[in-house]
C-alpha cells in the first residue's frame, strides 16, 4: 500500500483553533482537515442541527411535484410509490409510501424483479400502474434516464414523478416533475443525497405545505441514515446531519422492521459502519435472492411477530447470499489467473450462470485482490448484465461512457455502476474497457492508498483523545475515520496469527513505556515484519475492544512496513 500524509496543516491556525475550542492542536489540525476551521463550523460539525437542512423548494420542480401529490390526493387518485430493489430503492419506497399512507389510503408500492425487468423504471411496471388504475407514478433512485418508459406512460395516460441522484443522460425524461441535485439546471446547494434523500425532500416539502415542521418527520430519518450509509455518499453537509439524527432514531426508537433485525444480531448501539455491514446486507439480501418487496414488507410493519418472520426469512436470504458471494468470487479469481489476466489494468469476468444478485458483491471482493477497475458479466435473458466497481480516485461511469458503442444501457456513479449489452459484444466491450481505462488512469491509482492524517506517538493516545474522536462520527466517504502512523514501535513478544484460519494477526507494541495491543484483520502474512524483534512502522485506526466487560482502547491496524 501507498502511505499519503495528508499536506501539513498550518501550526498558527492549529494553535489558534485549539484554543477556541479548547481542544488538543492534534484534534484542531484533524478538524481543520475536514474544512472546519472555527467555532461556528465546529459546533454545526459536533452538533449536526436539522435546522441547517435546506429548503426543499431550492430543487427544481419540487413545487411542480409538491402540487402534482396534492392535485391527485383532491382528486382520490391512486398514487403507486416505485423504487429500485436496492437498499436505496427498499428504503426510499418504505419512507415515501408509509408518510403517505399516515393521511392517506390511495397508496401502493411496486418494486422491479431484478430478474425479469432489471434495474429502474420498467415497461411492465408501468402496464401494472394502467391495470390497476394507477394514474401517477413516483420513482425513487431510478428514473432519471427512462426517457422511453416516460413517454409510453404519457401515452397510457399516467403520470411520472422522478426522484433520483444519479447522474442524468443528454435528456431528461418528460416527466410532472423530475427532482435530481445532479441536474445541470438544479440549484439546490447539496448535491450528493442518496435517493431516499432526494425522497425526503419530497416529504419534507408536503409536510411543509401540512403545517408539519422538520421535527415531525425525525421518525423517517433511519431509514434515510440506512441509505446514506448503504450507498457509499459523502458523509458532508446534509447528510452528516441526516445520518446522525437517523443513527439517533436507529439506537433509540427503531422501526419495529429493524428491531426485528437486531434481535437475530444482538447489537445494541449501531454505527453507521454497523448500519452498512448488519442492517444494509440484510435489506439487500432480499432484492438479491428473492424480491425487493419482502424488504419493503419488513420496513413498514409495525407488529413485531409479523416483523421476526419477516426478519427471518430475510437472514435466510442473507445466508444464501454469503454463499453464492463466495462461490463466485472463488470461480472469478480461478478465470481470471486461467486466462492469465492478472497484470491487466482492469478485471471483466463473465459466467453465464453466475447469480445477478450477487454480482456487485463480487466486484468488489475482486478489487481487493485484483486492486483495478472491475467488472463482472452474467447471462439476463438474452443479454448479458454487468455490476461496476472502481478505485479510488478513477471515474468508472465515464469510463463507460467512452465504451458507450458496445453498451445498451448503463447508469450509476463514480465509483458503481451497472450496465446491459448484447452477447455478440462482450469480447468488443472487454477490450475496449481495458484500452480506455489503461489510456486513462495514473498508475498510482492502482495501488491502493491509505490516507495518513498524521503521525501520533503512543503516548498521545488517551481516553480523552479518543472521546473527542469518537465525536467526528458518524463517518464515511468525506470524513473517514482518521488513520494515524506511529514510527519505531517493538512488538512485546506475544505476537500470533489468530482467527479460524489464522489470517489475522495479533500483536502487543511497544514505544518507551507505553503500550497497545494491536489487530490486524487479514494481515497474518505481517507477521514477520513485526515479530522479528527490529523496529517497524504502523498506520492504523484508534478503537475500543469490549471482553468480558472490560472496554480498552486497542489499533486497529492497516498496514505496517519496516
Known amino acids: 500500500m501507498r502511505w499519503n500524509i495528508l499536506p501539513r496543516v498550518a501550526q498558527e491556525k492549529a494553535a489558534q483553533l485549539a484554543q477556541d475550542l479548547g481542544v488538543s492542536k492534534k484534534i484542531a489540525i484533524l478538524l481543520i482537515q475536514r474544512g472546519i476551521e472555527n467555532f461556528d463550523q465546529a459546533k454545526s460539525f459536533f452538533r449536526p442541527s ?108 399516467i403520470d411520472f414523478i422522478i ?166 468470487t472463488k470461480e472469478a479469481l480461478l478465470q481470471i489467473e486461467k486466462n492469465k489476466e492478472q497484470d491487466k489494468s482492469t478485471t471483466v469476468v463473465y459466467k453465464e450462470d453466475w447469480h445477478k444478485g450477487v454480482i456487485g458483491i463480487v466486484a468488489s471482493r475482486l478489487t481487493e485482490t485484483y486492486y483495478r477497475p472491475t467488472l463482472v458479466f452474467t447471462k439476463s435473458g438474452d443479454k448479458l448484465a454487468a455490476s461496476a466497481r472502481s478505485v479510488s480516485g478513477f471515474d468508472v461511469y465515464n469510463a463507460l461512457e467512452a465504451c458507450s458503442e458496445f453498451i445498451e444501457q448503463f447508469g450509476g456513479h463514480k465509483y458503481a455502476a451497472g450496465l446491459t449489452l448484447e452477447v455478440l459484444n462482450y469480447e468488443n466491450f472487454k477490450n475496449k474497457f481495458e484500452e480506455v481505462v489503461a489510456a486513462t488512469i495514473d498508475p498510482k491509482l492502482l495501488q491502493p492508498e491509505l490516507n495518513i492524517a498524521m503521525e501520533l506517538d503512543l503516548a498521545d493516545i488517551t481516553p480523552k483523545f479518543y472521546r473527542i474522536l469518537k465525536q467526528f462520527a458518524p463517518f464515511g466517504p468525506g470524513n473517514s475515520t482518521p488513520l494515524f502512523i506511529t514510527k ?57 475492544n469490549e471482553w468480558q466487560g472490560n472496554v480498552n482502547l486497542q489499533l486497529r491496524l492497516k498496514d505496517i512496513k519496516c
Request: proline share 3%; with cysteine; aromatic share 8%.
Open 50 to 157: 436539522l435546522k441547517d437542512l435546506h429548503d426543499p423548494f431550492l430543487m427544481q420542480d419540487m413545487d411542480l411535484a409538491v402540487a402534482r401529490v396534492e392535485k391527485a390526493i383532491s382528486n382520490n387518485e391512486n398514487i403507486l410509490v416505485y423504487g429500485d430493489y436496492d437498499v436505496d430503492g427498499t428504503t426510499s419506497v418504505a419512507l415515501l409510501s408509509s408518510y403517505l399512507k399516515s393521511y392517506y389510503p390511495n397508496i401502493a408500492t411496486y418494486i422491479p424483479d431484478r430478474y425479469g425487468e432489471g434495474y429502474g423504471v420498467s415497461y411492465k411496471g408501468i402496464d401494472f400502474a394502467e391495470d390497476n388504475d394507477f394514474s401517477l407514478i413516483i420513482a425513487l433512485d431510478c428514473g432519471i434516464k427512462a426517457v422511453d418508459k416516460v413517454a409510453y406512460a404519457t401515452q397510457k395516460g
Open 163 to 328: 426522484c433520483d441522484h444519479h447522474r442524468p443522460g443528454p435528456e431528461i425524461p418528460k416527466a410532472v416533475a423530475v427532482l435530481d441535485p445532479k441536474r445541470d439546471d438544479c440549484n439546490y446547494p447539496f448535491k450528493e443525497l442518496c435517493g431516499c434523500g432526494v425522497g425526503f425532500k419530497l416529504i419534507q416539502a408536503l409536510g411543509s405545505k401540512r403545517g408539519e415542521t422538520i421535527y415531525d418527520l425525525v421518525l423517517y430519518l433511519d431509514l434515510v441514515a440506512t441509505a446514506i450509509g448503504a450507498d457509499i455518499v459523502p458523509i458532508i453537509g446534509e447528510n452528516r446531519i441526516l445520518a446522525y439524527h437517523g443513527l439517533n432514531v436507529i439506537n433509540t426508537a427503531p422501526r419495529t422492521g429493524y428491531e426485528a433485525i437486531l434481535k437475530q444480531v444482538k447489537k445494541e448501539t449501531l454505527t453507521i459502519t454497523d448500519v452498512v455491514f448488519i442492517i444494509a446486507p440484510r435489506i439487500n439480501a432480499a432484492g438479491r435472492m428473492k424480491h425487493g418487496n419482502h424488504a419493503v414488507t419488513l420496513l413498514v410493519e409495525t407488529d413485531i411477530n409479523k416483523a421476526a418472520v419477516w426478519a427471518s426469512e430475510i437472514e435466510q436470504f442473507n445466508q444464501d447470499r454469503r454463499e453464492a458471494d463466495k462461490k463466485i
Open 488 to 544: 519505531n514501535l517493538k512488538e512485546t513478544g506475544y505476537g500470533k496469527c489468530v482467527g479460524e484460519d489464522k489470517t489475522h494477526l495479533r500483536l502487543t507494541v511497544k514505544q518507551g513505556i507505553q503500550q497497545f495491543v494491536c489487530i490486524g484483520f487479514g494481515m497474518g502474512d505481517k507477521k514477520e515484519i513485526a515479530c522479528s524483534s527490529n523496529f517497524f512502522n504502523a498506520a492504523y485506526v484508534i478503537d475500543e
